[in-house]
């Protein structure tokens, strides 16, 4: 009887196991990661009416996650403190290699041209030209971007510097990390004398009309432009219920679409986050940063004179291009 018992329990405890393996557990609240690449006031002033939407429409609370950094997203993502959100490429690369990510959606340029770019800005009347700047003498403060930036740090590596044989720390006096909104004021200020940013941040700054923003736009000038870069991917965790993922996707996709006052209403919302409805997506979305990464990674193999990796590099790079083709028109 005793052995009856301790197998009827051995079983169940199976089962439940093999249910919680096969079934998400049932989810009570959703986390929405959110770079704060300006500050987190703004940026919640911005996403709250978003969120609060999505709530309603969901049926349960949609919470934002803060990060100063998509470093500590991408982490986030990875430990399950959060379950979907809106990454740069660069970082929602990272999000589907090292945190279980999948892309399902993309943001939508509200000016009509599908994009944005990386630049470089410096002082406006400082003499500062591009030409300057790359003579590597070590007497220029630059401010890059947070490390999984795709414009303030991995498109001006990719386009500028590494096709150049330039290493920024070796190149410059100093190479302060820091945001966007963070970059602009310290360019505006002269704390340092140049920096990445990228068209979308400052669009996003114009849009706020207050005097401290169009002091400091009209103070800086923008002396390099990156080839156009793909709108930013947002990125849920694979493994979260489909039912749920099939709710998400049914908000996303008809959130601010139609002629209605209440479409009208959402629109206006989603312009305070700068994109038009958004749009599905899948993976195949990173393909154009995977081919600026791999190009990265084969200058820096050609420039140490690595053989072996100049070859795995161009390898990796023409299955890239090979997998782009096949699924872009023409």
Partial sequence: MIRRS??????SALAACSNGGDTPAEKRELNFSILS???QQSAQADWQPFLDDMSKALGMPVKAYYGSNYTGLIEAMRFKQTDLGWFTNQSGLEAVRRAGGEVFARSVNP????GYEAVIVVPKGS?????????????????????KSTSGTLAPMTYLFAPRGIDPEACFK????????ANLFA??????????NNTASMERLAMLETPIAKRTLASVEIIWRSPRIPEDPMVWRKDLDPALKKKIADFMFSYGVGDTPEAARQRAILERIQTLPFKAADDTHLLPVREMEATGELLQAKAKG????VAKAEAALAAIRKERAAIEPG
Wanted: proline letters at 0%; hydrophobic letters at 45%.
């Fill in 111 to 114: 000016n009509g041209v599908d």
């Fill in 174 to 181: 100093t190479v302060r990390a820091a945001n966007h909104e």
């Fill in 187 to 196: 360019v505006s200020s002269g704390t340092v004398d140049a920096a990445t």
């Fill in 306 to 309: 690595d053989v072996a990796a």
């Fill in 6 to 11: 301790l197998l009827i329990l051995a079983l």
């Fill in 37 to 39: 690449a300006e500050s």
């Fill in 127 to 147: 003499g500062l030209t591009l030409e300057k700047l790359l003579q590597c003498d070590r007497t220029i403060d630059f401010g890059i971007g947070d490390a």
